[in-house]
């Protein structure tokens, strides 16, 4: 090999080296990772968002008083489900809050329910209902699970298009955005406050509606998510 082929190989040699160390392959690789790992948590929140027709349809066959925490359930799973975000929404604050709002508010409206059909021993007891319970439980703790390992990966990525040197190319080549956290619910840890009052219906006494003290008010422009 000549002197200037030699050459021009140490130099491409070099600008590999420098692009690699640059993050040039490691800021998208990331990005992706991050970007699957929200696919994960859009299907686990499908799944539970399936769930929730049959088990509102069961409970409503049982507990007729119950008609508002019903049509709760049922109007939170639509909010959450017609809020619809793309990966490139992971770096909007805003439309990341709204959707992650509409889903934490069907997730309190869904422990409303649980509370209300604890007055129905008749209700707990049937086979169907306790199969969507038990599959509803494993739909809940698939998103948590699934939300953790997002806020690991958007952690992940974050971390490095704020770290020389990938944040050369971050910024010079991607112009890479921070991806949204997932964020624990407002009150989220609080006990609800329930109250069980009476509710006369047909000259028979009926549980009355669970309320729950610390949930958020529901928002009432949310229209607009896996």
């Known amino acids: ?35 699957a790992q929200w696919g994960n948590v859009e299907t686990a929140l499908q799944r539970r968002a399936d769930l929730i027709p049959n088990l509102v349809a069961v409970v409503e066959a049982a507990a007729v008083a119950e008609r508002d925490t019903l049509r709760a359930v049922t109007e939170a799973r639509a909010r959450a489900t017609s809020i619809n975000i793309t ?23 869904l422990g409303q329910l649980r509370t209300v059909v604890e007055a ?23 998103i948590n ?6 806020n690991e990966a958007a952690r992940d990525y974050n971390t490095t298009i704020r770290t020389f040197p990938a944040t050369i190319a971050a910024n010079v080549i991607y112009g890479a955005q921070p991806l949204q956290y997932f964020e624990a619910a407002e009150g989220a840890q609080a006990n609800p406050n329930v109250n069980f009052g009476n509710i006369t219906g047909g000259g028979t006494a009926a549980p009355g509606r669970a309320v729950n003290d610390n949930a958020a008010p529901q928002p009432g422009r949310a229209t607009a998510a896996n």
């Open 87 to 109: 990966t490139d929404d992971l770096s909007n604050p805003e439309e990341f809050r709204r959707f992650n709002e509409a889903q934490n508010q069907l997730t309190q409206a």
């Open 1 to 35: 090999m000549n002197p200037a082929a030699a050459l021009r190989s140490a130099i491409a040699a070099f600008l590999a080296m420098t692009l690699t160390a640059c993050g040039i392959n490691t800021v998208p690789t990331k990005e992706e990772a991050a970007k």
């Open 145 to 150: 699970t699934e939300r953790v390992r997002y």
């Open 120 to 142: 129905y021993p008749q209700l707990a007891s049937q086979p169907r209902f306790a199969d969507l319970m038990v599959a509803l439980d494993e739909s809940n703790n698939l």
